[in-house]
């Protein structure tokens, strides 16, 4: 362990739920990371596919200092320039009309209010899928298709079945006149980013037309900008019901987002929902910086082009089996259970991916990263997989 002092008082002090870090970070600036003992990481993880534009961008760093500076929090007896202008920008990126946003601060959050929203259309049956994670707190782990992460903390939310991802027939089987709402990651992310079938989605919404049930999709991970597009979705052609993003969403800053489209829009009646930080001054000015930044910058269209250079390169390097994903968020399959042993090697390296599962790397780096470190990035792992270390 790098950092004994922290990890020593990490371990007394904070639960044991995530187990003690290694490393303890203290700066960065756009993807170079520091730890407390000096050295520094290319950071291609994001914070989870969090930091879309790295670590303390000009954009966002003078957004929050201007706005703590003018008004911190207002509670939502008040509104906020901020909250209104980021709830119109984030139907605007939906492309529909009419799309009202509730906020809060985590896709945990996000889900738990599109769970709520589905309650009002009278119905309450949930259909999910099979591997999903969509957080963990009660309502969301209830939707969460990972058996290790709910077993403990039976009995969840009754009526939810989990079927196969990608599996439209399954959805068949156990969508009915009694489901509320269905909902599904346009690519499952903490599963090892695996991506459906190139129908999937429009199968699915047509299953939902026929059974009158909402059609969520869970964009926290693959949203705002890191497929390539702002949610993830868009790809298929579709307009789901509800949207809940997250992560990327405040740029660092804790922000969650439930947009509901259509009808859905108008399901919540006050007093039904709310969360005393939601729609809060400081993190929605960060979330309308970074989407600033986003189109200003043209940075979509660089996303879709970097992922489609590195799964190319990624997929030639001996020792990996196939790589998935899109634009910034892809998932290297090693076919082998070494994915935790290579994680900790380019961490030795310096360099900070995860293991999504015992034979996946997962990398998600912010979206501004650039050519030459995507280069710096495949020139590493290359050598690590060859050398072993
Ligand atoms: C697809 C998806 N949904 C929901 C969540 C939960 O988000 P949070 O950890 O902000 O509650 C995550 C987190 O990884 C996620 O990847």
Same mark, same amino acid.
């Given at each position: 362990?790098?950092? @004994? %002092?922290?990890?020593?008082?990490? &371990?007394?002090?904070?639960?044991?739920?995530?187990?003690?870090?290694?490393?303890?970070?203290?700066?960065?600036?756009?993807?170079? =990371?520091?730890?407390?003992?000096?050295?520094?990481?290319?950071?291609?993880?994001?914070?989870?596919?969090?930091?879309?534009?790295?670590?303390? /961008?000009?954009?966002?760093?003078?957004?929050?200092?201007?706005?703590?500076?003018?008004?911190?929090?207002?509670?939502?007896?008040?509104?906020?320039?901020?909250?209104?202008?980021?709830? !119109? @920008?984030?139907?605007?990126?939906?492309?529909?009309?009419?799309?009202?946003?509730?906020?809060? %601060?985590?896709?945990?959050?996000?889900?738990?209010?599109?769970? *709520?929203?589905?309650?009002?259309?009278?119905?309450? /049956?949930?259909?999910?899928?099979?591997?999903?994670?969509?957080?963990?707190?009660?309502?969301?782990?209830?939707?969460?298709?990972?058996?290790?992460?709910?077993? #403990?903390?039976?009995?969840?939310?009754?009526?939810?079945?989990?079927?196969?991802?990608?599996?439209?027939?399954?959805?068949?089987?156990?969508?009915?006149? *009694?489901?509320?709402?269905?909902? =599904? !990651? #346009?690519?499952?992310?903490?599963?090892?980013?695996?991506? #459906?079938?190139?129908?999937?989605?429009?199968?699915?919404?047509?299953?939902?037309? @026929?059974?009158?049930?909402?059609?969520?999709?869970?964009?926290?991970?693959?949203?705002?900008?890191?497929?390539?597009?702002?949610?993830?979705?868009?790809?298929?052609?579709?307009?789901?019901?509800?949207?809940?993003?997250?992560?990327?969403?405040?740029?660092?800053?804790?922000?969650?987002?439930?947009?509901?489209?259509?009808?859905?829009?108008?399901?919540?009646? #006050?007093?039904?929902?709310?969360?005393?930080?939601?729609?809060?001054?400081? &993190?929605?000015?960060?979330?309308?910086?970074?989407?600033?930044?986003?189109?200003?910058?043209?940075?979509?269209?660089?996303?879709?082009? %970097?992922?489609?250079?590195?799964?190319?390169?990624?997929?030639?390097?001996?020792?990996?089996? %196939? =790589?998935?994903?899109?634009?910034?968020?892809?998932?290297?399959?090693?076919?082998?259970? &070494?994915?935790?042993?290579?994680?900790?090697?380019?961490?030795?390296?310096?360099?900070?991916?995860?293991?999504?599962?015992?034979?996946?790397?997962?990398?998600?780096?912010?979206?501004? =990263?650039?050519?030459?470190?995507?280069? @710096?990035?495949? &020139?590493?792992?290359?050598?690590?997989?060859? /050398?072993?270390?």
């Amino acid at each position: 362990m790098r950092n @004994k %002092q922290y990890g020593i008082r990490w &371990t007394k002090t904070i639960q044991n739920n995530y187990g003690t870090p290694s490393i303890t970070l203290v700066k960065g600036k756009g993807l170079i =990371v520091q730890d407390s003992e000096g050295k520094r990481y290319l950071d291609f993880l994001g914070g989870i596919a969090t930091n879309i534009l790295g670590h303390a /961008h000009p954009s966002i760093v003078s957004a929050v200092s201007k706005q703590v500076r003018t008004l911190s929090h207002v509670s939502n007896l008040y509104s906020h320039p901020n909250a209104v202008a980021l709830a !119109e @920008k984030l139907g605007a990126c939906t492309g529909t009309k009419g799309a009202k946003v509730f906020f809060c %601060q985590s896709g945990a959050e996000a889900n738990e209010a599109a769970i *709520k929203l589905s309650r009002k259309t009278g119905r309450s /049956h949930i259909v999910a899928t099979q591997g999903s994670f969509h957080g963990r707190t009660m309502g969301a782990l209830s939707l969460t298709g990972q058996p290790s992460k709910r077993e #403990p903390f039976l009995p969840l939310l009754k009526n939810v079945k989990h079927v196969p991802f990608g599996d439209i027939e399954a959805m068949r089987r156990c969508i009915s006149k *009694k489901t509320a709402m269905v909902i =599904v !990651e #346009p690519i499952m992310g903490e599963a090892g980013v695996i991506v #459906p079938p190139d129908d999937y989605l429009q199968q699915l919404r047509q299953l939902c037309d @026929k059974s009158g049930c909402l059609l969520v999709i869970d964009a926290v991970q693959t949203g705002m900008g890191r497929t390539g597009s702002w949610f993830g979705y868009e790809y298929s052609g579709i307009t789901p019901d509800v949207i809940t993003v997250a992560k990327g969403l405040g740029g660092g800053l804790p922000l969650g987002a439930m947009i509901a489209l259509g009808k859905a829009a108008d399901l919540f009646q #006050p007093g039904e929902h709310g969360s005393t930080f939601g729609g809060n001054p400081i &993190t929605t000015a960060a979330a309308l910086a970074a989407i600033k930044t986003i189109e200003s910058k043209k940075i979509l269209k660089k996303v879709q082009k %970097q992922g489609r250079f590195l799964i190319q390169e990624l997929a030639m390097i001996e020792g990996v089996q %196939q =790589v998935r994903g899109a634009g910034l968020l892809i998932g290297i399959e090693l076919g082998s259970a &070494t994915a935790q042993e290579i994680t900790q090697k380019l961490l030795d390296r310096g360099v900070l991916v995860n293991a999504a599962n015992p034979t996946t790397i997962r990398i998600a780096p912010a979206l501004i =990263v650039s050519d030459a470190q995507i280069k @710096k990035f495949i &020139t590493i792992f290359r050598e690590v997989l060859s /050398h072993g270390n």
